[in-house]
Every structure is written in structure tokens, then in C-alpha cells.
T-cell receptor, first 112, second 115 residues
Framework: GEDVEQSLFLSVREGDSSVINCTYT??????LYWYKQEPGAGLQLLTY?????DMKQDQRLTVLLNKKDKHLSLRIADTQTGDSAIYFC????????????FGTGTRLQVFP | DAGVIQSPRHEVTEMGQEVTLRCKPI?????LFWYRQTMMRGLELLIY????????DSGMPEDRFSAKMPNASFSTLKIQPSEPRDSAVYFC?????????????FGQGTRLTVV
């Protein structure tokens, strides 16, 4: 079946790196996504990675994918207070190409 | 394009009343999704449409929930009768195609409170 899990909370100091983790169960994942939800807003796509890649870097964001362990992570360098939000990982699989399966979301709190 | 537009942004209603949530997807998108977000259950997919046709409604919690898409530019999610446990933020999202890279674009959500 399809299941995407994340830890619920992460608290980091401003300027430090944040690492948000995600695990999934469906090995037929094709694309994996990271979405950000700011307070009172909808979800916005931050970045995505194709399943045949190990890493993708985009400015302060680094996505790491370990297909063997079915583990995805999002690293935010030099975390700022504006990064405080809920971060969702999501996968698209061969079993379900129409829709994204979302994780539970990780609430990132950045303190000064 | 203004993005996915949902209305109303906030809705407070009494238990037993009918509630209708509205969504206008991004023009040209052929997939439309309805999600519900709660603290307890996170983000749940309720139903999605492709070319105005419901494809999978297995996430709809009960018969009290129904969704329609009469045309490519409009969809509704109706709850009748509403109950306090339906209180949540309801999101509509749309996407173009089911190509594997395709991202879903989300609306701002409707915060529903049933008292």
C-alpha cells in the first residue's frame, strides 16, 4: 500500500540547518515532492526529485533520496524565521499516476 | 492566471445545516482534487476529477459528502447535514495532466467551523 510518514515537529535556531525527514512505503515512486504551507495558506511546491536521482540542490534547499531505505529528506541551510511553516512530502507512484500521496506534514519552528 | 480560487475563505455554520464549498481551478487544468486538513488526520484526499468526471471518491467520509464538477471551471463540495466533526480546512487543487512531473496547485482553502 501507499503510506508516507513524517515526524510532526522540528524546532531549530535561526541560522542553523534544518533537516526534515520523510519515509514512504511504495517502491514504485516516480517523483517525490516537497511542499510548504505557511499559516493560513494553501500548499506551495518547493522542489521535487525524480526517483532515479540521489540528490537535488536548489539554493538553500537540498533534497536527498535513499531509494533502498525509501527515505527522503529536505535540508534547509541557514534557516530563517520566514521558513517557519508546515512541510509536506508527497509521492507519485506508478500505481497512482493521477494523484499525489501526502505525508502528515512536519511543523518547522524557527526561533531567534 | 489567478491560481486556484476557493470560496468562501471562512464558513461558520450550525450543526445540521447544508454547507457548499466552491472551487475554480486554473484554466486549462484537467485534474481537480478536494483535500481536507485536520490536526488529527493531516491532509486527506477526498475525491478527484479528471475532465470533470469523478475518478476516485474513496476518500469521501460519508454519504453526507458529495462533490460535483458541472464544467471545467467550477466544482463544489457539499456537506448535508453538517456535523461538528466536519470542522476542518478544505483545499481544492488542480493540475495539468497526470505526467509524472506534474505538480498540484492549491487554493487558499476554506476554513469550515460547524458549531
Amino acid at each position: 500500500g501507499e503510506d508516507v510518514e513524517q515526524s510532526l515537529f522540528l524546532s531549530v535556531r535561526e541560522g542553523d540547518s534544518s533537516v526534515i525527514n520523510c519515509t514512504y512505503t511504495d517502491s514504485s515512486s516516480t517523483y517525490l515532492y516537497w511542499y510548504k504551507q505557511e499559516p493560513g495558506a494553501g500548499l506551495q511546491l518547493l522542489t521535487y526529485i525524480f526517483s532515479n536521482m540521489d540528490m537535488k540542490q536548489d539554493q538553500r534547499l537540498t533534497v536527498l533520496l535513499n531509494k533502498k531505505d525509501k527515505h527522503l529528506s529536505l535540508r534547509i541551510a541557514d534557516t530563517q524565521t520566514g521558513d517557519s511553516a508546515i512541510y509536506f512530502c508527497a509521492e507519485r507512484t506508478l500505481r497512482n499516476t493521477d494523484k499525489l500521496i501526502f505525508g502528515t506534514g512536519t511543523r518547522l519552528q524557527v526561533f531567534p | 492566471d489567478a491560481g486556484v480560487i476557493q470560496s468562501p475563505r471562512h464558513e461558520v455554520t450550525e450543526m445540521g445545516q447544508e454547507v457548499t464549498l466552491r472551487c475554480k481551478p486554473i484554466s486549462g487544468h484537467d485534474y481537480l482534487f478536494w483535500y481536507r486538513q485536520t490536526m488529527m488526520r493531516g491532509l486527506e484526499l477526498l475525491i478527484y476529477f479528471n475532465n470533470n468526471v469523478p475518478i476516485d471518491d474513496s476518500g469521501m467520509p460519508e454519504d453526507r459528502f458529495s462533490a460535483k464538477m458541472p464544467n471545467a471551471s467550477f466544482s463544489t463540495l457539499k456537506i448535508q447535514p453538517s456535523e461538528p466533526r466536519d470542522s476542518a480546512v478544505y483545499f481544492c487543487a488542480s493540475s495539468l495532466g497526470s505526467w509524472e512531473r506534474t505538480e498540484a496547485f492549491f487554493g487558499q482553502g476554506t476554513r469550515l467551523t460547524v458549531v
